[in-house]
């Protein structure tokens, strides 16, 4: 696809057969990469489990390379899928975000925040 960011990427840092990892454009930490598998989809569950498979391969080392270079205090990973989930572009990618101590008041929900109200779970009923 000619139009996607993702089909021609440039300044790759990792990759595989099936997969690469880049830098975020828009980082939200030091460090923000992108493990994006080289096959035009749009959702994680469209990928084959070999793909998805060459993708985690890349987390893990992405995740060595951070260390050494950032060293940070923990990381999030994230995968948007579909436009209510807040996927901007249709080739399925995975967030890798360094995190570090003191990057945010209060950090403890982690990726529950993607819904602010339900961040603190703490105070809410159980199930």
């Given at each position: 696809?000619?139009?996607?960011?993702?089909?021609?990427?440039?300044?790759?840092?990792?990759?595989?057969?099936?997969?690469?990892?880049?830098?975020?454009?828009?980082?939200?930490?030091?460090?923000?990469?992108?493990?994006?598998?080289?096959?035009?989809?749009?959702?994680?569950?469209?990928?084959?489990?070999?793909?998805?498979?060459?993708?985690?391969?890349l987390v893990n080392q992405a995740k060595d390379l951070l260390d050494e270079t950032y060293a940070p205090?923990?990381?999030?990973?994230?995968?948007?899928c579909g436009e209510a989930a807040g996927q901007t572009v249709m080739h399925v990618h995975l967030h890798l975000i360094p995190r570090y101590i003191g990057d945010v008041p209060n950090p403890r929900g982690g990726i529950r925040a993607v819904i602010a109200a339900k961040q603190d779970y703490t105070n809410q009923t159980r199930r």
């Open positions: 696809m000619t139009d996607c960011p993702f089909c021609n990427p440039d300044e790759i840092l990792l990759e595989n057969d099936l997969a690469f990892a880049k830098d975020d454009l828009y980082p939200v930490s030091p460090g923000h990469l992108l493990v994006i598998p080289r096959r035009h989809v749009a959702s994680w569950f469209d990928l084959t489990p070999a793909e998805q498979t060459a993708v985690l391969a205090d923990g990381y999030n990973l994230g995968i948007n």
